[in-house]
T-cell receptor
């Protein structure tokens, strides 16, 4: 049973460019959340997708957008990259019906470096 | 606003010694509480989660956490540290309203000395 898979594992982009990160949730999970983890910090919530819609959003600018597909996989897009966007981007999946105490299952992340 | 504080960005213990990692949350109503571990170059793995009504929660790898409502704390402990426990540990909370996001602490890096 595959867990949460993310691609690519590493990415180097130039300031001003756009990037797309991909995530496949754990089998049986229908909800995908994205987190940004800057070096030496805890993960910060970007947004969550359920039923192909953004259900909740954290304190991130509109440059950050996402999408969820009918097979529950998800993409995170970041436009007009800034140096400060360099971070580990984590995807987490869960089951909405599992309740608020249901834990998130995380992928290994995509390390984005903006130069 | 809901927040979580982890005291000590680094904790160093000897192999075989007690591990104590501190976590305090800011809420009059206890939120849902979790501890995650992150090994180098990996994502986060759930260690344990708080269950309503419990004071002591057991997790994987011999870790457990004690919930103290009066102190708004959810400290993580392990009786005897192993070299493989060296990692970053994050306490996280989720509000009991309709919020879906996890709020993470800044993390504590556990160093285990041989």
């Amino acid at each position: 049973d595959a867990g949460v898979t993310q691609s690519p594992t590493h990415l180097i982009k130039t300031r001003g460019q756009q990037v797309t990160l991909r995530c496949s949730p754990k089998s049986g999970h229908d909800t995908v959340s994205w987190y940004q983890q800057a070096l030496g910090q805890g993960p910060q919530f970007i947004f969550q997708y359920y039923e192909e819609e953004e259900r909740q959003r954290g304190n991130f600018p509109d440059r950050f957008s996402g999408h969820q597909f009918p097979n529950y996989s998800s993409e995170l897009n970041v436009n007009a990259l800034l140096l400060g966007d360099s971070a580990l981007y984590l995807c987490a999946s869960s089951v909405t019906g599992g309740g608020p105490n249901s834990p998130l299952h995380f992928g290994n992340g995509t390390r984005l470096t903006v130069t | 606003a809901q927040s979580v504080t982890q005291l000590g960005s680094h904790v160093s213990v000897s192999e075989g010694a007690l591990v104590l990692l501190r976590c305090n949350y800011s809420s009059s109503v206890p939120p849902y509480l979790f501890w995650y571990v992150q090994y180098p170059n990996q994502g986060l793995q759930l260690l344990l989660k708080y269950t309503t009504g419990a004071t002591l929660v057991k997790g994987i790898n011999g870790f457990e956490a004690e919930f103290k409502k009066s102190e708004t704390s959810f400290h993580l402990t392990k009786p005897s540290a192993h070299m493989s426990d060296a990692a970053e540990y994050f306490c996280a909370v989720r509000r009991m309203d309709s919020s879906y996001k996890l709020i993470f602490g800044s993390g504590t890096r556990l160093l285990v000395r041989p």
